[in-house]
């Protein structure tokens, strides 16, 4: 005992310790403090505590079984023991011992960080897990254990870049690669990529995730909902969904390549979400360069391709965009409100599939040194809207959780043309009942993204928005504060030249489709005004913000004003005879339905606002 207190006062008031043979601690509290570093043969700690705040730097074994704290860092050229309670903080453990080092015992080792620095490597006979970085530079990995890389509300662990002489066959050991997720709050489709060799859809749909989640239709222990299939396979060359059901290794046992996208449903059943929830891959973890085929069809998907984060690692976009120069600026995410979302910059998680276009049948080369320390949640949270000087219309509906954004952005060194380097083509959704809105560069093209110059007094530009189903819709601007190059921003009706709304008083614009599918051809009107002018043109007012039409149960008059007001609705027959009572509501975006008889004929809608009196003749033909 008195051999042990001697110890540890060294330990406590020397910065370097040294000692020939191992360390024995039985039942003394030894603490290294920040600075100090202890250094010699090994370590057995057989009962006492070892808590690190500086480095320890063995030659020989590490042996625990009693109880070891740790923020410091600890460099072993030995084998690691764990039979007792290991409490890594943020420490870092080095390997670096010139022969195999077994890492065992009876309890498994949870690390902070591991580097692996030796060329002899090591070996599982134990299970392990890290839950920051795993630095792989010399060496291997092997061991019929399993190594599991933690995520949870903390963070993800990552497999940094490897050294230059580590390949795929310097890990043979089996990994668990865990992905937490606590963003997404709505079921839907996504698209996943696998980060580890020859996995199967069955990895992600066995009794290894907490809670599961539903893959229906593809021959696996959940969610078998008759013909139903919920995950695919998107092929650019035909622009078709296909279903993974109808490929040579079908369903539960198709074998993901690495960096491909697989789309799939992503919900805990086949309507709700349990937030947050966690799933598991197991497999050796993907290393190297990894390389996997694009192609361009002009007339099917336009060189839209879904590829995949192949690696345990996010990957920064703008690293790899700069080593694949066929690929357009943006990349584009499925997210939970049923619509691709265009994205310039950031970081693509581990386990993300996501879009790519590229101008020409090309090779994606995904590589170690595309990684990032810099992680991000499978659903995104941050908007390109909230760049400057741009602009987010987002169109929704009141029969689902759907939308669908599209961004304007202005800059003087930008081109009404598309360029590959600024624009993102628009990726419609695979989800029939999702509303679409997209702008349309000077030459035409349908685009998600659209960066325009800001030198026109005026400049209009094309706003078309696309209804799958008999719903009230309504486009939304977002962030309207940040644009700077222009002062008045309209909404207006190709068809016709009316001006519909003016989002600076009203951002959002509400209209009916009772007959869909439906295209409404719009543009919004970029203005810059002079001291003394007005934004809307005078005479010409959007009906102050009352839309009628007919509709197949009788008609709908919308309203956009620029504050809540009480409105009143009549109906007439062309005799002028009340049909529909007058009502009044409280409206400022919304719809009101008229209900008309089933007779055939003209009406009459009369709306009584606070700026007058408008009426509209409309002719109703009774559909059943």
């Known amino acids: 005992m008195r051999k042990t207190l001697v110890s540890y006062i060294l330990l406590v008031f020397s910065s370097v310790q040294l000692f020939a043979q191992a360390l024995n601690n039985a039942g003394a509290a030894i603490n290294v403090t920040s600075g100090t570093v202890l250094s010699g043969g090994g370590v057995s700690n057989t009962s006492g505590t070892l808590t690190n705040s500086g480095t320890v730097t063995l030659s020989g074994n590490y042996s625990n079984n009693g109880t070891v704290n740790g923020n410091g860092a600890y460099n072993v050229a030995g084998n690691w023991t ?112 696998s980060p580890v060799v020859s996995t199967t859809i069955g990895d992600w749909n066995v009794t290894n995730r907490s809670p599961k989640f539903y893959m229906s239709g593809v021959g696996g222990p959940d969610g078998n909902a008759g013909s139903y299939v919920s995950v695919y396979k998107y092929a650019e060359t035909t622009n078709v969904y296909n279903k993974i059901t109808t490929y040579a290794s079908p369903g539960i046992n198709y074998a993901i390549k690495q960096g491909e996208g697989i789309y799939l449903w992503l919900g805990t059943s086949m309507s709700a979400i349990v937030n947050p929830f966690s799933f598991n891959t197991h497999g050796v973890p993907t290393i190297g360069n990894v390389n996997i085929g694009v192609t361009y069809t002009a007339s099917k998907g336009v060189g839209f391709n879904i590829v995949g984060n192949p690696y345990a690692s996010p990957i920064d976009w703008s690293s790899l965009l700069a080593s694949n120069s066929t690929l357009q600026s943006s990349y584009y995410l499925f997210e939970q409100d049923g619509s691709w979302h265009a994205f310039t910059s950031g970081s693509i998680p581990m386990e993300q ?78 989800i029939e009942e999702a509303p679409q809105v997209y702008s349309m560069s000077g030459d035409g093209k349908n685009l998600m993204v659209n960066m325009m110059p800001d030198n026109d007094a005026t400049l209009d530009i094309p706003l078309m928005a696309q209804a799958g189903i008999n719903a009230n819709y309504t486009i939304t601007a977002n962030n309207l504060s940040s644009v700077t190059s222009y002062n008045c921003i309209l909404l207006i009706d190709k068809n016709t030249g009316a001006v519909l709304n003016n989002f600076l008083d009203n951002a959002s614009y509400t209209f009916n489709v009772a007959d869909a599918p439906e295209t409404r051809n719009y543009a919004v009107r970029f203005n810059k005004l002079s001291s003394g002018e007005t934004c809307t043109p005078a005479g010409n007012a959007a009906n102050d913000g009352v839309e009628i039409y007919p509709t197949l149960a009788g008609a709908s008059v919308s309203f956009n004003l620029a504050e809540s007001e009480n409105v009143t609705v009549t109906a007439f027959n062309v005799l002028g005879q009340e049909i529909s009572p007058a009502a009044t509501y409280t409206v400022r975006n919304e719809v009101i339905n008229v209900p008309l008889p089933a007779t055939e004929a003209i009406y009459i809608i009369r709306v009584e606002t606070t700026n007058g009196i408008f009426t509209q003749k409309i002719y109703h033909k009774r559909t059943n």
């Open 82 to 193: 764990n039979s007792g309670t290991f409490t890594p903080g943020s420490s870092t453990v080095t390997f670096n011992g010139a022969t195999a080092q077994t890492l065992s015992g009876s309890v498994a080792t949870p690390f902070y960080n591991i580097t692996v620095n030796g060329t002899g490597g090591i070996k599982l006979s134990q299970n392990a897990s890290f839950i920051s970085v795993l630095n792989l530079q010399q060496g291997s990995i092997s061991g019929t254990d399993t190594m599991t890389l933690i995520s949870n509300a903390s963070g993800t662990g990552q497999i940094a870049p490897v050294g230059a002489g580590i390949t795929q066959s310097s890990i043979t050991a089996k990994f668990t690669v865990q992905r937490f997720e606590n963003q997404r709050t709505t079921a839907n489709y996504t698209a996943l990529s």
């Open 353 to 430: 599939g996501f879009g790519v276009i590229t101008s020409t049948a090309a090779t994606v080369s995904f590589q170690e040194s595309n990684k990032t320390v810099v992680d991000a949640p499978l659903h995104r949270q941050t908007n390109p809207s909230d760049e400057p000087n741009t602009a987010t219309f987002v169109i929704s509906d009141d029969q689902n959780d759907f939308s669908c954004p599209t961004i304007i952005s202005f800059a003087p060194g930008y081109s009404k043309d598309y360029v590959s380097s600024e624009d993102a083509y628009y990726i419609p959704s695979f």
